[in-house]
Structure formats: structure tokens, C-alpha cells
């Protein structure tokens, strides 16, 4: 955390394997004029043998964690387990096409995420998970080519301060957690609502999931994608 101009900001660190600062962007100014962290200026590789050291060999040599790191392997049996009635939930729907023709069926609408390419049906041709319908319990595939978007909107927006946005293509937007740079120009709304547009298309833009909004290695801000 860095304070520039009486702001508070949270920088990627210059690893960028092991960089958490994509999770940070809802922490306030008070929090982080508060925050501290202890192991920001380390590499990973030096918390492990600094583990070692002190005597915490299992923990100095526990595997990264990948994915949702709180449950083991798949998400979906967990998903199911936390449900007190799943069958309520989660039960079998439509494969639909982007005109509304049944495709074939699937086991129920929480199992699937935007951006989905594996264990949907068997077709002829590639498709991908392009839009997840709860109401209806319908699940859209699409081409991988029908899976591009120039703007979408983002809701309970938390910004380091609206004045460092401009009306130009000048922060990067982020909506995946490793490597991905955007130009991006943010409209900010009513009721913590914003418009972002993009300088080029991204495929897989997910409902629910985070816009993290950088400038040189500074996070200004993000919200989740409505």
C-alpha cells in the first residue's frame, strides 16, 4: 500500500504469478490507511524458507493453492453440500442456443460459469457457456466468436476517487485475476452503478464476478459486473 496525494493505494506487487491485488480493489480509504502488510515486500519462495526457518516445515511445504482454495477439487459436490434441500436448487434444465432452440439438457444452472468450454454436451462444434438464465433454469451456449463484449455495466462501485478517472481510454480494466490489461473509459452513474467501455473486445465478461480498474500498478477502483 502506497499513499500518493493524501490516496491510499494498493499496488501489484512485481510478482505477477503470486499477485493478490486483484481481490483488494472493495478495501476503503480508512481501511487502507490502516492496513498493513507484513509480507508484501517478499517473494513466495522467500516466505516459504522463512516458514522453514521457524520450525513450520508442513506449512513451508504445502502446495499453492489453485481455484476455490477453501474446498478441495471440484466446486460442485461442495456446492451441493452446503445446500440444506439441493435438489430445490439445483435440478435438470434446457441447453438453449442464442435463438431459444433446446440444444439438449444439463444437471442444473449453478454448476455452469460464463466462459465454460468443458462438459456441456456433445455437438459438432465448439460452444461455450455465454449467458446463465436462473429463472428459468436455461443455460445459452454459444460460438466462441458470439462471446465478445465492448461494455457492460458494474455495480456497488468502490473507487479510490472519481476525479483520477478521465474521459479517455486511459486505465486498464482487468475482469480475470492473472495477466489481462484492457484500456478501458468509465462512466460513473446513479447508485453506485457504472458503464464500462472497452478499448477492445473481452469474450466471457460474467455477471458476478469483478472489474478491477488499474493505472500504472496502482489499483483505482472496481465493482462487481452486473
Given at each position: 500500500?502506497?499513499?500518493?496525494?493524501?490516496?491510499?493505494f494498493?499496488?501489484?506487487?512485481?510478482?505477477?504469478?503470486k499477485?493478490?491485488?486483484?481481490f483488494?480493489?472493495?478495501?476503503?480509504q480508512?481501511?487502507?490507511?490502516?492496513?498493513?502488510?507484513?509480507l508484501?515486500q517478499?517473494?513466495?519462495t522467500?516466505?516459504r524458507?522463512?516458514?522453514?526457518?521457524r520450525?513450520y516445515?508442513k506449512?513451508s511445504e504445502?502446495?499453492?493453492?489453485?481455484?476455490?482454495c477453501?474446498?478441495s477439487?471440484?466446486?460442485?459436490p461442495?456446492?451441493?453440500?452446503?445446500?440444506?434441500?439441493?435438489?430445490?436448487?439445483?435440478?435438470?434444465?434446457?441447453?438453449i442456443?442464442?435463438?431459444?432452440?433446446?440444444l439438449?439438457h444439463?444437471?442444473g444452472?449453478?454448476?455452469?460459469t460464463?466462459?465454460?468450454?468443458?462438459?456441456l454436451m456433445?455437438?459438432?462444434?465448439?460452444v461455450?457457456?455465454k449467458?446463465?438464465?436462473?429463472?428459468s433454469?436455461?443455460?445459452?451456449?454459444a460460438p466462441?466468436?458470439?462471446?465478445y463484449k465492448t461494455?457492460?455495466?458494474?455495480?456497488d462501485?468502490n473507487v479510490?476517487?472519481?476525479?483520477?478517472?478521465?474521459?479517455?481510454?486511459d486505465?486498464?480494466?482487468?475482469?480475470?485475476?492473472?495477466?489481462?490489461?484492457?484500456?478501458?473509459?468509465?462512466?460513473?452513474?446513479?447508485?453506485g452503478?457504472a458503464?464500462v467501455?472497452?478499448a477492445?473486445?473481452?469474450?466471457s465478461?460474467?455477471?458476478?464476478?469483478t472489474?478491477?480498474?488499474?493505472?500504472?500498478g496502482?489499483i483505482?477502483?472496481?465493482g462487481?459486473?452486473?
Amino acid at each position: 500500500i502506497i499513499r500518493e496525494d493524501d490516496h491510499y493505494f494498493v499496488v501489484e506487487w512485481k510478482h505477477p504469478d503470486k499477485d493478490q491485488s486483484f481481490f483488494l480493489w472493495g478495501l476503503t480509504q480508512a481501511q487502507l490507511s490502516r492496513i498493513v502488510f507484513p509480507l508484501g515486500q517478499f517473494h513466495k519462495t522467500q516466505v516459504r524458507a522463512m516458514a522453514m526457518e521457524r520450525g513450520y516445515k508442513k506449512v513451508s511445504e504445502k502446495k499453492d493453492s489453485l481455484g476455490a482454495c477453501f474446498c478441495s477439487g471440484d466446486y460442485r459436490p461442495f456446492l451441493k453440500r452446503q445446500l440444506e434441500d439441493p435438489d430445490r436448487f439445483i435440478f435438470p434444465g434446457n441447453f438453449i442456443d442464442e435463438e431459444g432452440t433446446v440444444l439438449g439438457h444439463h444437471e442444473g444452472f449453478p454448476l455452469y460459469t460464463v466462459g465454460q468450454r468443458r462438459g456441456l454436451m456433445h455437438l459438432n462444434r465448439k460452444v461455450f457457456v455465454k449467458e446463465i438464465r436462473p429463472p428459468s433454469n436455461e443455460v445459452i451456449l454459444a460460438p466462441l466468436a458470439n462471446m465478445y463484449k465492448t461494455e457492460f455495466l458494474i455495480r456497488d462501485v468502490n473507487v479510490v476517487d472519481q476525479s483520477l478517472f478521465t474521459s479517455d481510454f486511459d486505465v486498464n480494466c482487468r475482469i480475470r485475476y492473472r495477466k489481462q490489461n484492457t484500456l478501458s473509459h468509465v462512466i460513473f452513474l446513479e447508485n453506485g452503478i457504472a458503464k464500462v467501455e472497452l478499448a477492445e473486445p473481452l469474450e466471457s465478461i460474467a455477471p458476478g464476478q469483478t472489474a478491477v480498474f488499474y493505472r500504472e500498478g496502482r489499483i483505482l477502483g472496481g465493482g462487481f459486473i452486473e
